[in-house]
């Protein structure tokens, strides 16, 4: 995030945050060059890494130092650089990289996409449709190396996820828990792995499902998970004690959250009323005026996804309660993430 210093002009106040689009770009190009994987050995000149990456050694030096004086690298005398801690999820094989996400931001659907963030702010319609006349799952039949981009960068934050939401909570209370919406299965195993008694459905569309065999998310634990194909607008898994759902409400707008909701509310009704739970795994918009990830992936929200959204804990009690649910906590993680947990009303 990019806040301007106090003690900073106006006029220069507004420079620094502009700034910013230089940043991000400078990320992207830093992380398709790989130039965190050469620089992972130690410290690497500017023209030695220019080398290895195919690129201009000047124009990479000038990068580097930018990307220096924010804290991605450090420089060293002679023009060297090296890695710092946030440098360290440039890197392709380092666990927790961010890697796929610095790319997704930079690529073209969703560069171009940005270009209409005038038209999102007059319309509430998604720079999506704007750019390239249809929505962003639409599209990405079209651009399958960029959906891949997407699809590698979403298992990633599904990681780091998974290890955050377990240091804040046992599932092991219940008997099975459905993951809806749950991809290739991360956060599912990852549960089922600490849970040893735990059984698990993994829930999503035919086309997503038939990678999740193959993808080795699910490994030690096959023989406790079902996999079930569907659209969570028209039904929900049956025989579940507790349901979750990570980063699915908020790309979706309040209608379509109470179906979603709705239906697991019904099943719950009928398999588990007194003790089942919905939890869902997002961030949480603050009420107070600091700067929080939350309202800038409401941005990319706003410009990707039709309808979708971050929502405060205030929004979050409004959708359980037009669902037949009640809101039982939100418990903070160590990542930008909170559980939310809730139970039939």
Same mark, same amino acid.
């Given at each position: 995030?990019n806040?301007?210093?106090?003690s ?6 507004i420079m620094?945050?502009?700034f ?7 990320l992207? &190009? ?10 992972a ?14 690129a201009?050694? *000047?124009?990479? =030096? ?13 420089e060293?005398?002679?023009k060297r ?8 999820m440039?890197?392709?094989d ?10 997704m931001m930079?690529?073209v659907?969703?560069?171009?996409? =940005?270009l ?8 509430g319609?998604?720079?999506?449709? &704007?750019?390239?006349g249809k929505?962003i799952?639409d599209?990405?039949?079209d ?9 590698r960068?979403m298992t990633?934050?599904?990681a ?7 240091e804040v909570h ?8 459905? *993951?809806?919406?749950?991809g290739?299965?991360v956060?599912?195993g ?8 735990l059984?698990g459905?993994l829930?999503?569309?035919p086309?997503?499902?038939? @990678?999740a065999?193959? &993808? @080795?998310?699910? &490994?030690?634990?096959?023989?406790r998970?079902t996999?079930v194909?569907g659209?969570?607008f ?8 507790a349901?979750?759902m990570?980063?699915?409400v908020?790309?979706w ?6 179906r ?6 019904e ?7 007194? *003790? ?8 949480v918009v603050? *009420?107070g ?10 941005m ?6 039709p309808?979708?959204?971050e929502r ?6 409004a959708?359980?309660s ?9 418990t ?9 947990e809730a139970a039939?009303?």
């Amino acid at each position: 995030m990019n806040s301007a210093s106090p003690s900073l002009p106006p006029d220069a106040a507004i420079m620094q945050i502009l700034f910013g689009k230089m940043v991000g770009f400078a990320l992207g &190009a830093v992380a398709r060059l790989r130039v965190a994987d050469q620089l992972a050995a130690g410290p690497m000149s500017a023209s030695d890494a220019a080398v290895a990456c195919g690129a201009n050694a *000047d124009a990479l =030096y000038r990068v580097l130092r930018t990307l220096a004086s924010v804290g991605v690298f450090s420089e060293l005398p002679g023009k060297r650089f090296e890695l710092t801690p946030v440098g360290q999820m440039l890197r392709s094989d380092t666990p927790g990289s961010m890697r796929n996400m610095v790319l997704m931001m930079n690529d073209v659907w969703n560069v171009h996409s =940005y270009l209409k963030f005038t038209h999102c702010i007059q319309t509430g319609a998604d720079g999506v449709h &704007a750019a390239h006349g249809k929505g962003i799952f639409d599209l990405f039949r079209d651009i399958p190396e960029e959906a891949e981009t997407f699809h590698r960068a979403m298992t990633d934050l599904s990681a780091i996820a998974a290890r955050a939401l377990l240091e804040v909570h046992d599932f092991s209370r219940f008997r099975r828990l459905a *993951d809806v919406g749950g991809g290739h299965g991360v956060l599912l195993g990852s549960i089922l792995r600490k849970h040893g008694a735990l059984e698990g459905i993994l829930f999503d569309l035919p086309e997503v499902l038939a @990678g999740a065999p193959g &993808a @080795g998310h699910l &490994a030690g634990v096959e023989g406790r998970v079902t996999l079930v194909e569907g659209s969570f607008f028209e039904h929900i898994p049956g025989g579940c004690d507790a349901y979750i759902m990570k980063h699915i409400v908020h790309d979706w707008d309040d209608g379509s959250c109470r179906r979603i909701l709705s239906l697991m509310r019904e099943q719950l009704q009928a398999h588990a009323p007194r *003790d089942g739970r919905v939890f869902l795994f997002e961030m949480v918009v603050p *009420d107070g005026p600091e700067p929080a990830p939350a309202k800038f992936l409401d941005m990319e929200m706003l410009v990707v996804s039709p309808g979708g959204k971050e929502r405060t804990v205030a929004e979050f009690e409004a959708l359980f309660s037009a669902a037949g649910l009640r809101l039982v906590s939100v418990t903070p993680t160590p990542s930008p993430m909170s559980l939310i947990e809730a139970a039939v009303a």
